[in-house]
């Protein structure tokens, strides 16, 4: 238990400053001046008793009794606020998350992932066709047309964190206006879809090394393209998804103009809106924004058919 505290002190010294250590200054400062100022009464009573007329050990047995229902009361206040500290700190507990083989930590089941939703409201996966009603999807990793040729998942729906599910939302308000609507390859992906794709292609400019984890696995990262709200097509892109090659990279320049300007206004506005792009990928964004608390995005190894059992 001792050993826990302190891992717990050690990671969260913030805070353990603003829930422990101030309150108890205040009370104490309250109580009995500073703790300088309290150890120094200690010792002048040590050294200088006043006793009483008659009864030479009474004031110092008062003081003495005094300074132990204080310490108890103290005592009482750091067992009230570790346990509050634990409570409020789901994070730390055994179940809410795992250290896979790399040492990462992953979400792996629903309880963890409740878990961090109460200590964090941001950290919610919201599905994005509920968001953006005119939005498409073309699930590619839910059949075996992919780079892998497998099915890498089932039953899949496009997530992503609160915040960045926020932020595309007005992003694709905004490219509604100019008659287009969002073309979702991706969002949000489970941690061991990208262990089977890095077994393809072990290249971190086009996969996740999974010693890292992706931003996909953190709910954070969208493959997106554009369609024409008019004819519901695709509007022409450099290449098709998962392209491999250089004509993907958002620097390549030998392509028709009306491809390159598709490419720059998708980039503009995504940038815009929050999302950064991935050099090698003209599909790939990740969200840079952070949720109202600062939490840090975890990665997640959760299946579609668990988030389709929670509510949104």
Known sequence: MVAFIRHIICTHSRQVHKILIEPLRQHLNARAGTVSDLSS???????????????????????????????????????????????????????????????????KDREGYQAQIKMDPDLQLLPLDSLIGDLKTAFVYATRDNFTHTVLYQHPRPYLRRP?????????????????????????????????????????????????????????????SLYDLRTGKAIPMPTGFDDFTNKAHQGFQNLPENILKNRALLKKRMEAGGFTPLSTEWWHFSYTGKTAKGTYYMLMDLNFDTLAGLKN
């Open 41 to 107: 009464r200690t010792k002048k009573y040590a050294r200088k008793p006043a006793p009483r007329p008659g009864n030479p050990c009474t004031h110092t047995r008062s003081h003495a009794g005094s300074m132990g229902q204080l310490m108890s009361r103290v005592k009482g206040i750091y067992l009230l606020i570790i346990m509050t500290l634990l409570y409020s700190m789901p994070s730390l507990n055994a179940q809410t998350y795992k250290i896979n083989k790399y040492g990462l930590k992953l979400i």
């Open 164 to 224: 960045a599910a926020l932020a595309l939302q007005k992003v694709a308000a905004q490219f509604r206006q100019l008659g287009y609507g969002l073309l979702i390859y991706d969002a949000y992906r489970p941690y061991s879809v990208t262990e089977k794709m890095w077994q393809v292609v072990p290249d971190n400019r086009y996969a996740a090394d999974p010693r890292h984890g992706s931003g996909h696995n953190k709910g954070i990262s969208v493959d997106v």
